[in-house]
């Protein structure tokens, strides 16, 4: 579904309306944007946004049971029930100079709190003794409230990521682990440029 708004304000929808919404999350002064132009319900536009934009954030190290990321997490209240949500995350990790010490990445939306669905998931790293430090970037379009029942403005989806450590089963699925250290750990690097998530609505 295309996003088709004009968002610089210049008259026409094009690449330029791209690029200031990208500018938009970045940082960079958005004053003549008016966000309560976007309070419509007209097919195919972005409706509204939230986002984490984390330079600050301790580093995340990561340990064989999965846990929430919580400092990573994100809600948004859509306005409308048939609405899609656009999922975007970028963040930056570095991998375990182990052999078979990767790291997984699950991600997760609730609604309203209740139960945890899983709709995607990433393993980062390689089976040998691979020394990565890298960056991801996922974007995913959700529908977490296809066949609810409730009224526009009723819900409020929290998204969330949870790491581990993942090692791949051997012969017999016996599976390798290691006693290591916080400093031989995979990591979510939080605290450098470039880490985010951002949830948009879009009308669906």
């Not at 400092?71 to 306005?79: A, K, Q, V, Y």
């Amino acid at each position: 579904m295309p996003l088709v708004y004009d968002f610089n304000n210049d008259g026409v929808v094009n690449g330029a309306d791209v690029v200031y919404f990208a500018s938009a999350v970045a940082g960079v002064d958005i004053s003549n944007f008016n966000i309560a132009n976007l309070q419509t319900a007209t097919t195919g536009k972005l409706l509204k946004y939230t986002y984490i934009n984390s330079l600050s954030l301790p580093e995340f190290v990561v340990e064989y049971t999965p846990r929430v990321v919580s400092d990573f997490s994100l809600n948004i209240t859509p306005l409308y029930k048939s609405s899609k949500i656009h999922f975007n995350i970028s963040f930056n990790y570095l991998t375990s100079c182990f052999p078979n010490t990767m790291m997984q990445v699950e991600y997760f939306y609730n609604v309203n709190n209740n139960i945890d669905i899983s709709f995607g998931k990433s393993i980062l790293g390689t089976e040998n003794t691979n020394f990565i430090r890298n960056s991801l970037n996922l974007n995913i379009i959700t529908d977490p409230m296809s066949g609810l029942s409730g009224n526009d403005g009723a819900y409020t989806i929290n998204y969330k990521i949870k790491a581990s450590i993942y090692s791949a089963p051997g012969t017999n699925d016996f599976v390798t682990t290691f006693n290591l250290l916080d400093n031989n750990k995979p990591k979510l690097l939080l605290n450098e440029i470039g880490n985010s998530i951002i949830l948009s609505e879009l009308e669906g």
